[in-house]
């Protein structure tokens, strides 16, 4: 059994007399919840007499300090550190420094710690709540992993009260976050830390990421939801020592080691090239122009302002006729990934481009891929249903990171979503299984990569402001490089980037001039797809 | 969803370039929009702002030198001005006038009208208006929010409500258009068929992004860029007889080299024929008569439909 007297001491302080606002027995409801989330810690808890209700506004988290500053000279008798129970960190320096204490803030703690477990958190608060979360998150330094802040629709009073009825609510938030590219939630109130069915939501949406296995160039990895008590777990001396000694938390175990061994030679096996490949007779290399067709879809999915809507929403209006119209006058044949929702949006334009030979591909419902399946089932279902209906014939291509097996399930052959090969090449999935075709694209040949402003959520100073003499250069030089050795490029232009009048210009010149060049071949992503698939098919012992 | 709300803010098809009809023998209208905010974020003019030196240089050199130009060229330009600065800076007020230019509205203090919450947006509109009609002598016809360095979308701001209630305040345009490249309508109440004018801006023409962006000092500096931008877009947009926007600060444009690459850019875009260089009411009012809402505003009936496994 533990030593009692080497047990750290905590003492979690309320912010606000909880006792009177909701009753003694919530009071001891978090008691509970927190000895049992830190069973090492001695925990104690405190709800003082006087203060704010709650911490709504600026004012009530200036009236903390004078209520707890007395019983703050006493702290140190009886504790080693104090947790402040309220994400805004109200009066935690001069609690300090009244009681001689460590006295931790949560709200800090837990975000400096969502910045360990992933890479863009959002915050989750009650409703009202204190202004000025972006500056502290300026002033802990990790505002470039801040996505947003995000309030659920229920007071601090309302959650205390009736948790349950406000749940669901704030499920459909935690949700929205992810869909947006989240992966850590911050839980931005300790009403919504201490919610009965919280940590269970926690651990459902973890594994519900865990199943998602595939995820391109917008893709995620896990999803984490972090509610404030793991800072609350992380405080005890010891552990924030072990943070600091990197060996600790970086050198594998034997275990692990193998297990990446093993990963590095399995997915080295998961791209197979094709032997002897060959172009049509008379073809020396294929140049694929493909246009993700998303206009403002993603803007919309990240809930984005009017500007960035109206930025992308240029791509279906003019964009599309304009750089299509210049395709036409080349006979250049492309291919246009759409997401379904575009054939709600615009469909005048989805039935021009059918008329005049070019291909429809899929692009996702959404313009994203959900970790449910049978939710991904229905968006590719219906993507691929609403494409056909335009195309007049099956869907046969994808952009996206759909689960290989239910591409093949649905007729769809080849995706262009990847970059391990110059050339296209048969490609496995994460079980070694369901070969695909894929048609290899490159972000250097990528123009929202160049053009784009805050493309995949850069910062402002990392932006990229090219014109497009020197996008023609290199895009040049590409196809040069490719072309000297028959190889085969896939340009990757949207229609709300590359319509624009000056880049349309810049794109007609660059075809011209490739076609000064004998034996450049332009088809759509399905005429080469099926000449590979005819005559280099997976062969069975290459599988 | 009704019609294609929080999707589009326009109509499914921008207009032909064939079938759009400028005066006669007007080519191309260039519209050169003069960026008078000082304010390096959306929450508005700070007075560090006010205190910095390159604005100081704005104010004078950098303004003289663009009123010269304009001059020389015969340029009318549009100067998109916070209310705060006309009401501070007579003497820039009486200097744009008496070139013959356009005060335009940019915010009370060249905020992100998203800062005014609890329908507080209709307010600073109707004050920033009051001040800029008192400071200028008539109620400014055009609005503009444009883009700030610190802002994380390079397209100027405009809330659910700003459209609308600028129309209600008898704004004749809206200047930060981003879903043409030709005027078009903003809707502001589809089942109304209602929306305001608005101009075509693209921040690939705005000195904002390529000099010395986001900020002085350690920011990214393309001069060239720019340049190669302007003229690649000025050539496109010539050909098609459509419309060409660039935005420029006098902070920014006003400075030495850059200055050149500005001058030479437009001398060489005024000896085109057919340059119409007027001020955005003046492209504005032309177009609302030669195209108007009743017949250019095209609604399509939403075939939306909606599924609990997505957005609606």
């Not at chain 1, 649905?410 to 994460?430: C, I, R």
């Not at chain 2, 003229?231 to 902070?251: D, F, I, T």
Request: hydrophobic share 40%.
């Amino acid at each position: 059994m533990t030593d009692l007297s080497d047990r750290p001491r905590v003492l979690y302080q309320l912010a606000s007399p909880l006792h009177k606002t909701a009753g003694p027995a919530v009071v001891a409801r978090r008691l509970e919840m927190l000895q049992a989330w830190a069973p090492s810690a001695d925990v104690a808890i405190a709800s003082p007499e006087e203060g704010p209700s709650a911490i709504e506004c600026a004012a009530d988290a200036a009236m903390v300090f004078p209520a707890l500053r007395e019983a703050a000279t006493q702290w140190a008798d009886h504790y080693d550190a104090v947790l402040i129970g309220c994400f805004s960190d109200p009066a935690v320096e001069a609690l300090a420094e009244v009681s001689g204490l460590p006295v931790i803030g949560a709200g800090e703690a837990g975000i400096l710690a969502a910045t360990q477990l992933g890479e863009r958190f959002s915050v989750l608060s009650s409703d009202p709540t204190p202004p000025g979360l972006r500056r502290r998150i300026r002033g802990i330094g990790v505002e470039g992993s801040f996505v947003s802040e995000v309030t659920i629709g229920a007071s601090v009073a309302d959650l205390n009260r009736d948790p349950d009825t406000h749940f669901p609510q704030i499920a459909a938030q935690a949700r929205a976050c992810v869909a947006a590219g989240v992966d850590v939630l911050v839980l931005g109130c300790f009403a919504l830390s201490f919610m009965p069915d919280m940590p269970a939501f926690g651990r459902r949406d973890r594994r519900a990421g865990g199943q998602s296995g595939h995820r391109g160039p917008q893709g995620r990895r896990g999803r984490r939801s972090l509610p404030c008590r793991s800072a609350a777990r992380s405080l005890s001396p010891q552990r924030k020592r072990c943070a600091m000694t990197q060996a600790d938390t970086i050198a594998p175990s034997p275990e692990a080691y193998q297990h990446l061994i093993d990963t590095a030679r399995f997915q080295r096996t998961r791209r197979i090239p094709i032997p002897d490949f060959a172009y049509p007779e008379g073809v020396k290399i294929a140049v694929n122009f493909t246009l993700d067709f998303d206009a403002m879809l993603l803007r919309r999915l990240l809930n984005e302002p009017w500007g960035q809507k109206a930025k992308g929403e240029f791509g279906g209006r003019v964009g599309v006729w304009r750089i299509m119209e210049m395709f036409d006058a080349e006979d250049v044949k492309v291919t246009l990934f759409t997401p379904g929702r575009i054939c709600e949006l615009y469909p005048d334009v989805l039935r021009h481009v059918v008329a005049n030979g070019h291909e429809l591909a899929d692009h996702m419902w959404e313009h994203e891929v959900y970790g449910d399946p049978v939710v991904e089932d229905a968006h590719l279902s219906r993507t691929l249903a609403a494409l056909s209906d335009f195309a007049g014939k099956p869907v046969t291509g994808t952009r996206s990171s759909h689960t290989p097996a239910l591409l093949r399930d649905k007729g769809v052959v080849y995706n262009s979503f990847t970059s391990a090969s110059y050339m296209p090449f048969y490609e496995l999935d994460s079980a070694g299984e369901n070969p695909i075709l894929q048609l290899p694209f490159h972000y250097a040949l990528d123009d929202a990569m160049y053009f784009s402003f805050g493309w995949l959520d850069t910062p402002n100073n990392a932006q990229r402001v090219m014109d497009v003499d020197e996008v023609f250069d290199i895009w040049w030089a590409a196809f040069e490089q490719q072309y000297k050795i028959g190889g085969y490029v896939n340009f990757l232009l949207h229609p709300f980037v590359s319509g624009h009048a000056m880049r349309v210009d810049m794109i007609q010149r660059l075809i011209q001039r490739m076609k000064t060049l004998p034996g450049v071949w332009f088809p759509t992503c399905d005429t080469l797809a099926q000449h590979i698939l005819s005559n280099h098919p997976m062969t069975p012992s290459a599988e | 969803m009704p019609w294609k709300d929080h999707y589009t803010t326009s109509d499914e098809i921008g207009i032909r370039d064939a079938d759009i009809h400028w005066p006669n023998g007007v080519q191309m209208p260039l519209g050169v929009t003069v960026n008078l905010n000082p304010a390096a974020t959306g929450k508005g003019i700070t007075a560090k702002d006010l205190a910095y030196p390159t604005w100081h240089f704005a104010l004078n050199e950098g303004l003289d030198q663009f009123l010269t130009l304009f001059a020389d060229l015969g340029i009318r330009a549009t100067f998109a001005t916070p209310a705060l600065v006309a009401d501070a800076y007579p003497d820039v007020v009486d200097r744009v006038l008496a070139g013959g230019h356009e005060i335009a509205a940019q915010g009370l203090i060249g905020e992100d009208p998203a800062i005014h919450t609890d329908g507080g947006e209709g307010a600073a509109i109707e004050r920033a208006t009051e001040i800029l009609s008192a400071a200028t002598g008539a109620r400014p016809k055009g609005w503009y929010a444009l883009s700030h360095p610190d802002d994380r979308a390079a397209t100027g701001c405009a809330t659910d409500a700003t459209i609308g209630l600028l129309r209600d305040q008898g704004y004749a345009y809206f200047g930060n258009g981003l879903a043409d490249d030709a005027p078009y309508y903003w809707v502001s109440d589809a089942g109304r068929s209602e929306g305001l004018l608005t101009l075509p801006y693209y921040y690939h023409f705005d000195d904002t992004f390529f000099l010395m962006f986001p900020r002085e000092g350690t920011g990214l500096e393309r001069p060239a860029a720019l340049l190669r931008n302007w003229r690649a877009e000025v050539a496109a947009q010539y050909r098609r007889g459509r419309y060409m926007n660039l935005c420029v600060s006098p902070a920014r444009s006003g400075w030495g080299h850059r200055f050149e690459n500005l001058a030479t850019m437009l001398r060489d875009t005024m000896a085109l024929p057919g340059v119409w260089a007027a001020t955005g009411a003046e492209i504005a009012d032309h177009w609302a008569k030669a195209h108007p809402i009743e017949q250019t505003l095209r609604l399509t009936p939403s075939i939306w439909q909606d599924y609990p496994d997505s957005l609606s």
